[in-house]
């Protein structure tokens, strides 16, 4: 294997005892009166790099520092933080994205993304919001369908930019068109409300889990991104349905099958036939033993 080629290859997770205590101190920051998204998003690339210890999760935090301090004082008003900021990180840090940046797991890793000035768009938000908030600018995430961006000032001075694109500063149009691409609605100014920290971590964790579903061996990604959600004081119920599922394509049939039956219990209260098809599930995935 070429310098290159090992450059491309995906962290793998650390051992489990470590995997262990990531877990417990993400979900302790998760249940926290105001959890820190900084923090969530360096122990979830704790838990996928294995070679990310402690000094380099103080280092990332650090970086953010760092950045921040290079933040012109109190630009003024929404637009003022907005062009301040794409200046500092997109212009001259030159932090944005590519097509090809999709292909790759530490796109979705804030420490890796640090380093690289590279990721996706919901990443470079994280930079983005953490950035700006140390340098005191009114910020928060918008979770547009299909493409995050950053949100500067109350609702009515409302400036939206996109690190994905350098941080360039977007136009109502710009908006539409972002969601029309993704969607084909038009945009409702529900979609334009700040982000909560949590939801961010949730959906981080979902491209992480979409990044390991188009690639079947590394279903311990999957695995570990769906452990990490279900921590999370509000996550839909079905992923304890995933779960089950990724533990039977492992070969943990036994404990697949006793979590189908488990969510058969939950689901049973509001839709029978399915509780009776993951029953059905279970017995296949028991059977797998024999």
């Not at 249940?31 to 070679?51: K, N, T």
């Not at 932090?95 to 292909?103: L, S």
């Not at 939801?199 to 695995?223: H, Q, T, Y």
């Given at each position: 294997?070429?310098?290159?080629?090992?450059?491309?290859?995906?962290?793998?997770?650390?051992?489990?005892?470590?995997?262990?205590?990531?877990?417990?101190?993400?979900?302790?920051?998760?249940?926290?009166?105001?959890?820190?998204?900084?923090?969530?998003?360096?122990?979830?690339?704790?838990?996928?790099?294995?070679?990310?210890?402690?000094?380099?999760?103080?280092?990332?935090?650090?970086?953010?520092?760092?950045?921040?301090?290079?933040?012109?004082?109190?630009?003024?008003?929404?637009?003022p933080w907005a062009l301040a900021l794409a200046e500092l990180l997109?212009?001259?840090?030159?932090?944005?994205?590519?097509?090809?940046?999709?292909?790759?797991?530490e796109s979705s890793l804030l420490h890796e993304v640090l380093r690289?000035?590279?990721?996706?768009?919901?990443?470079?938000?994280?930079?983005?919001?953490?950035?700006?908030?140390?340098?005191?600018?009114?910020?928060?995430?918008?979770?547009?369908?299909?493409?995050?961006?950053?949100?500067?000032?109350?609702?009515?001075?409302?400036?939206?930019?996109?690190?994905?694109?350098?941080?360039?500063?977007?136009?109502?149009?710009?908006?539409?068109?972002?969601?029309?691409?993704?969607?084909?609605?038009?945009?409702?100014?529900?979609?334009?409300?700040?982000?909560?920290?949590?939801?961010?971590?949730?959906?981080?964790?979902?491209?992480?889990?979409?990044?390991?579903?188009?690639?079947?061996?590394?279903?311990?990604?999957?695995?570990?991104?769906?452990?990490?959600?279900?921590?999370?004081?509000?996550?839909?119920?079905?992923?304890?349905?995933?779960?089950?599922?990724?533990?039977?394509?492992?070969?943990?049939?036994?404990?697949?099958?006793?979590?189908?039956?488990?969510?058969?219990?939950?689901?049973?209260?509001?839709?029978?036939?399915?509780?009776?098809?993951?029953?059905?599930?279970?017995?296949?995935?028991?059977?797998?033993?024999?």
């Open positions: 294997m070429n310098g290159h080629e090992a450059a491309m290859r995906p962290p793998h997770p650390p051992e489990p005892e470590r995997a262990a205590e990531l877990r417990r101190r993400f979900a302790d920051e998760a249940r926290s009166e105001r959890p820190d998204l900084s923090a969530l998003c360096l122990l979830v690339g704790a838990a996928a790099d294995g070679a990310l210890d402690e000094a380099g999760i103080d280092a990332a935090q650090i970086d953010l520092d760092r950045l921040a301090g290079q933040v012109p004082f109190r630009p003024g008003g929404p637009r997109g212009g001259r840090c030159g932090f944005r994205g590519t097509p090809a940046d999709y292909q790759r797991l690289r000035r590279r990721g996706l768009p919901i990443l470079l938000s994280v930079v983005w919001m953490e950035v700006a908030r140390r340098a005191g600018a009114p910020v928060y995430g918008v979770a547009l369908p299909g493409h995050f961006v950053v949100g500067f000032g109350p609702p009515e001075q409302q400036v939206l930019a996109d690190p994905f694109d350098g941080g360039r500063v977007l136009t109502g149009g710009d908006a539409e068109l972002l969601v029309a691409g993704a969607t084909g609605a038009p945009l409702d100014p529900s979609m334009l409300t700040p982000a909560d920290p949590l939801d961010v971590v949730l959906r981080i964790l979902n491209n992480i889990r979409a990044w390991a579903a188009a690639r079947p061996e590394r279903s311990d990604v999957a695995l570990w991104a769906v452990d990490l959600s279900l921590l999370l004081p509000s996550h839909p119920a079905r992923l304890r349905y995933d779960r089950a599922q990724l533990l039977v394509e492992r070969g943990d049939f036994l404990t697949g099958a006793m979590e189908l039956d488990a969510y058969a219990e939950v689901v049973e209260a509001v839709d029978g036939s399915a509780a009776d098809r993951i029953r059905h599930q279970a017995r296949a995935a028991r059977s797998m033993l024999n």
